[in-house]
């Protein structure tokens, strides 16, 4: 599996400039590359996580979701959200942030059955009742934690590799280099990689498998 530092060397050789300066260039332009893909859906980046639920309506979502070795705070979307009651499982269901207010009016205490995000903070509804908690389990997408040290590597190093390193050298080749016919070529295969891992990742939802060789 390739490792940030691995990355980088990579597209050092592949743009062929002999210039091993652009190092910081290219680090930082990988970098940015990870980020205008961090919200995007890809089977990497699907995750769950819980939390519990206790005599609140409010939960900051750095706080129930914190940074992890393997992820962000929070999730960037949000798929489905269940809470355990007497050993059951019930969906919450998403609504907008005023319509729970118009609903939270008389302070009606109970198991959630609803749930807003707004302002960084996942609100539901009703509140649990003072003396009560309940298991709330969050299923979306999250954000991979942040690449830092040169020995470090996640799913953009390994599964996306192509697709970030394409749109790091098309950035480059585009703003230092003035090479735009360099950059057209690398935009087409950033395409291509893009095109690849969303066909995967609707492969393993529609089908549930995740060890064929796409």
Known sequence: MATYGGAVDLIVTELARGDTSITVVIEREFLKAIEYYGAERFWFNEARSSFTASNTNYYALATVFPA???????????????????????????????????????????????????????????????????????????????????????????????????????????????????????????QQEYDRLQDRTSRYIGTGKIKAGY
């Open 68 to 190: 992890t070795a393997t992820y962000d705070t929070g999730f960037t979307e949000i798929d489905q959200m269940t809470v355990t009651v007497n050993g059951g499982v019930v969906e919450l269901q998403p609504e907008t942030f005023q319509e729970l207010n118009r609903m939270d009016v008389s302070g009606f205490t109970g198991p959630p059955s609803r749930y807003a995000i707004y302002g960084e903070q996942m609100r539901i509804y009703p509140k649990p009742a003072s003396g009560t908690t309940y298991q709330i389990d969050v299923a979306g997408t999250r954000r991979l934690a942040t690449l830092s040290a040169s020995t470090e590597s996640n799913a953009w190093t390994k599964e996306a590799l192509n697709m970030i390193a394409a749109r790091t050298e098309k950035v480059i080749s585009a703003r230092k280099f003035k090479d735009y016919e360099a950059a057209q070529m690398y935009e087409v295969a950033e």
